[in-house]
Structures are given as C-alpha cells and as structure tokens.
C-alpha cells in the first residue's frame, strides 16, 4: 500500500521561504515520477514541479528559479524547496507518485503580503 506524508507547511510572509517534505512509504521515490501539485482556494489543482526516475526536472513557469524540487532515495522522500514566495503561491500543497497515482493528504501554504 502506497502512503504519502507531507510535511513543512506553515504560514510565512512574502520573499519567505519554507521546505516541503514528502515522505513515501510503499514506493521507491527514485522508481517513480513523483510531484508536487498546488491547490488555491476556488482554482483548480496544478501541478507544480516534478522529477522523473533520470533526475530530470521539470516547473511550472511561475515557480521557476524559485522552487526546486529534490529526493532522497535513502530516506525516500521528496522535497520541496520553496524561495521567495509570493502571495499567490498560497495553497494545499500535495506529493503525487504519477506511476500509481497515489496522492498525500496535503500540507497548507499560506504567503501574506
């Protein structure tokens, strides 16, 4: 049974940063495409960053520069770095394994002004 944990929400001002943390249990993360997607109130879910089994990274253009996205294949687990964040960065964040379309239960984000 696949099972993801997030973790490092939390509330920060604007040019703030915070680390997300995704731990998996029941998957490698380093076998799987795993990402990070947002939700903010009243939008739709987007996906923010992913990694691919290669390594390689991909961002949404709003985030780029700012996040990067990492893992541990030790610890397996998922990160988010998250730098200069701006208000409308605020949202649920969730870690998403795409192979097995597995999903945590979200961690709030929340960037004032």
């Known amino acids: 049974q696949v099972q993801l944990v997030e973790s490092g929400g939390g509330s920060v001002q604007a040019g703030g940063s915070l680390r997300l943390s995704c731990a998996a249990s029941g998957i490698s993360v380093s076998a799987n495409l795993m990402a990070w997607h947002r939700q903010a109130p009243g939008k739709q879910r987007e996906r923010v960053a992913s990694i691919l089994r290669s390594g390689t990274t991909f961002y949404l253009d709003s985030v780029k520069g700012r996040f990067t996205i990492s893992r541990d294949s030790d610890r397996n687990t998922v990160d988010l770095q998250m730098n200069s964040l701006k208000p409308e960065d605020t949202g649920v964040y969730y870690c998403?394994?795409?192979?097995?379309?597995?999903w945590g239960r979200g961690t709030q984000v929340t960037v004032s002004s």
């Open positions: 998403a394994s795409i192979n097995t379309d597995s």
